[in-house]
């Protein structure tokens, strides 16, 4: 009684598992700018991850760019004010966005859809505004710089850092797959009748998706500004931490921890690949993959991939029945 | 064991049950009354799924109404919807343990409770693997109902479970209700009244938002009303 979902051993989750080693290890000894394009890569990657896990549930979220640069804001007046470490600044801004987003998912999830998705939209722009003018704690438009960076800003430490945090939040997302909030989400995307019929507390499941997911954007957005050294209402609150972790969920395939993954890495390199040639052109690029996926791959890479196992599968037992459907 | 007094209830402005009241004491008890009689609006008034908006409903003496449905499941009913009730992606065993896996005093007896689900239902036993959405529409109904079954419930309500379902196998299930009832409290809304009269101990007759009759099967078969509007005699 585990877990919910019990497939038969397969070679693959090993294979995928070294691979996945390999490319993580490889920044390693590549040098800083590979080690620069891999923590963007992993920053992404998070945020991806996160968005994931709450449309799992079926709430469409476009406030990651608010719990973000809240959290950026979090390390920074921790660290300004409270003096806490620089590590643990990730810590305290998950702990901080954590609970912003408790206080407000207990009013907001009660809005579904639509109308959930253009609050968290408007969330992020009045963090944004709020962080703006409130000067005297954050200092307004300039935004503020961070005392000491993580690691004084040691590229192979940082990058190792990037790579622990995205390892717990890989670790979280595959703890939703196989415990029992992942049936209870599931349920909730597909018909909230039946699944309060089955017994889940619709809200609190919601509410606690929301406050976890919500804390990452916030842990990964300090972990952004420890980076950087600094953060502003422009660049922290910045849409395109709303937008990129989205695309580059839809290109790997939503609902499950993996499609995220292969997103970012994909869409992470090529982007940075493509910079070289035009210049913010590729964000063009995003858009043009985000709209042919939609269309022609909607359950994104893992799932096209996932589909074409099952049916060789799906084949191999059918034959070994000796061709019985 | 479940009482309904005086209970208004509606969407909104329309008003659809008005100072309605029942109960069900123990075995089985039918709902019957044609489409838009209201029968889905009470069972949905008891499951928490919508507002009473005046009267009570108490569940073994403890008031329900208006109370979250989960907490209405924990506390002993359960349901199987009128359709789409399955996550048809999802295999037999995984429909069936998720059913007690959301519910405190069912998830540690989940194994057991199995065992007497393919009691009731072998066809799932030999199912196990497959894909809820790939079976007939018969075998999902009869997972619903295991479903529900899962979480321990001392009352199950069905809504309209013969709904397109052929003929023989209507027969089946209203069979294996007739099993059940001598173990868990059953209340079933119906259009076919005949298969269910078969297997209630008492029935209800519903129009437009009022009960019009009551009593035992033997009674309600043998009423001329019934007979004329409902068995097409």
């Given at each position: 009684?585990?877990?919910?979902?019990?497939?038969?051993?397969?070679?693959?989750?090993?294979?995928?598992?070294?691979?996945?080693?390999?490319?993580?290890?490889?920044?390693?000894?590549?040098?800083?700018?590979?080690?620069?394009?891999?923590?963007?890569?992993?920053?992404y990657m998070m945020l991806a991850i996160s968005w994931d896990m709450l449309i799992r549930s079926g709430q469409l979220?476009?406030?990651?760019?608010?719990?973000?640069?809240?959290?950026?804001?979090?390390?920074a007046i921790g660290a300004t004010y409270l003096g806490v470490p620089p590590v643990?600044?990730?810590?305290?801004?998950?702990?901080?966005?954590?609970?912003?987003?408790?206080?407000?998912?207990?009013?907001?999830?009660?809005?579904?859809?639509?109308?959930?998705?253009?609050?968290?939209?408007?969330?992020a722009e009045i963090f944004r505004i709020v962080m703006h003018n409130w000067s005297s704690l954050t200092g307004g438009p300039n935004g503020m710089l961070l005392p000491r960076s993580a690691f004084d800003g040691n590229s192979v430490a940082t990058y190792l850092m990037m790579l622990v945090l995205a390892a717990v939040v890989i670790g979280v997302s595959e703890w939703f797959r196989h415990s029992r909030i992942h049936f209870a989400l599931t349920a909730i995307r597909d018909n909230e009748t039946?699944?309060?019929?089955?017994?889940?507390?619709?809200?609190?499941?919601?509410?606690?998706?929301?406050?976890i997911t919500s804390g990452i954007q916030g842990a990964v957005g300090a972990s952004y500004a420890q980076l950087f050294g600094f953060v502003t209402p422009e660049s922290s609150f910045n849409v395109n931490y709303t937008l990129i972790p989205l695309a580059m969920t839809l290109l790997g395939g939503m609902y499950g921890t993996w499609g995220p993954v292969v997103g970012?890495?994909?869409l992470g390199v090529v982007g940075e690949y493509l910079k070289l040639f035009i210049p913010y052109g590729h964000l063009l690029v995003y858009g043009v993959i985000i709209v042919l996926v939609i269309l022609f791959m909607p359950r994104g890479i893992v799932g096209l991939v996932r589909g074409h196992l099952e049916r060789s599968r799906r084949t191999t037992t059918a034959s070994e029945k000796g061709g019985a459907a | 064991m479940l009482t309904v007094e005086n209970v208004d209830c509606g969407y909104g402005r329309l008003q659809v049950l008005r100072d309605l009241s029942m109960e069900v004491a123990g075995g089985a008890v039918g709902l019957f009354g044609p489409n838009g009689a209201g029968k889905?609006?009470?069972?949905?008034?008891?499951?928490?799924?919508?507002?009473?908006?005046?009267?009570?409903?108490?569940?073994?003496?403890?008031?329900?109404?208006?109370?979250?449905t989960h907490e209405i499941v924990h506390g002993g009913i359960a349901l199987v919807p009128q359709e789409r009730e399955l996550f048809p992606g999802m295999t037999v065993l995984e429909n069936l343990r998720i059913g007690a896996e959301q519910v405190p005093h069912a998830r540690d007896r989940?194994?057991?409770?199995?065992?007497?689900?393919?009691?009731?239902?072998?066809?799932?036993?030999e199912r196990t693997k497959q894909l809820a959405g790939t079976m007939s529409g018969g075998q999902q109904r009869m997972l619903a109902v295991g479903r529900a079954l899962m979480a321990l419930p001392r009352l199950l309500i069905l809504d309209e479970p013969s709904l397109g379902l052929q003929p023989?196998?209507?027969?089946?299930?209203?069979?294996?209700?007739?099993?059940?009832?001598?173990?868990?409290a059953v209340l079933v809304t119906e259009q076919n009244v005949r298969e269910s009269l078969r297997t209630v101990d008492r029935g209800y007759v519903l129009e437009n938002g009022r009960i019009v009759l009551r009593g035992t099967a033997d009674e309600l078969a043998n009423d001329p009303e019934v007979e004329r509007s409902y068995l097409g005699l």
């Open positions: 009684m585990s877990s919910i979902e019990q497939r038969p051993r397969r070679r693959a989750p090993w294979v995928f598992a070294a691979l996945a080693a390999l490319l993580a290890f490889l920044p390693l000894v590549a040098g800083p700018y590979p080690q620069t394009i891999a923590r963007s890569v992993l920053t979220s476009f406030g990651i760019a608010g719990f973000f640069g809240l959290g950026g804001y979090a390390a643990l600044t990730l810590v305290f801004a998950a702990v901080v966005v954590g609970v912003v987003a408790l206080l407000i998912g207990a009013v907001v999830l009660r809005l579904r859809g639509m109308y959930f998705a253009i609050v968290t939209l408007a969330l039946v699944a309060a019929s089955a017994g889940v507390n619709i809200y609190a499941y919601l509410l606690t998706a929301f406050a970012a890495v994909l | 889905t609006t009470l069972i949905n008034a008891i499951m928490g799924i919508n507002r009473v908006t005046a009267g009570s409903i108490t569940f073994e003496g403890r008031g329900i109404h208006n109370r979250p989940g194994e057991e409770t199995l065992e007497t689900v393919f009691g009731y239902f072998p066809i799932l036993r023989s196998i209507v027969h089946e299930l209203f069979t294996i209700l007739g099993e059940m009832k001598e173990h868990v």
